[in-house]
């Protein structure tokens, strides 16, 4: 029981002092910070895609509970091609424009695994904080 009691303690100031450095986002929604990065890696990952078709697959498949900035996404997109994370080439199709196609790579693998292990620690503090809310309400 010391042990555990020792453990608990631990996590709570752990968890404690995660909370006072992050950085706050002022949102009323609790919206985790750069959520976009990982969704469009996720997104990649299922199936290579152009920047247009991400923004409607971030919405449509409810990993936002908003519609997502166009700009940013293309910004990431950017970035992520930047760092390796993603490379593009550009897709002719019969009818339209010339299309950008991203697709991930192996870094970008291994960043989307970081992220996921980043989320479930995220979900298991917010586990904690709602066993214990459920014990006090």
Do not use: H
């Amino acid at each position: 029981i010391f042990y555990m009691q020792l453990t608990y303690r631990y996590i709570i100031l752990r968890r404690q002092f995660m909370i006072d450095t992050a950085v706050k986002c002022g949102c009323p929604s609790g919206r985790t910070p750069r959520f976009l990065q990982p969704c469009i890696l996720l997104l990649l990952k299922i199936k290579q895609s152009y920047g247009y078709e991400i923004i409607e697959n971030l919405s449509k498949g409810c990993y936002l509970e908003t519609q997502p900035d166009a700009g940013a996404v293309y910004r990431i997109l950017r970035k992520f091609e930047k760092e390796k994370f993603v490379k593009s080439n550009w897709a002719a199709e019969e009818k339209g424009p010339a299309k950008r196609v991203y697709k991930i790579t192996a870094a970008g693998n291994k960043l989307l695994d970081q992220w996921a292990k980043s989320i479930l620690e995220k979900r298991d503090s917010l586990n904690i904080f709602l066993a214990n809310y459920e014990k006090v309400k």
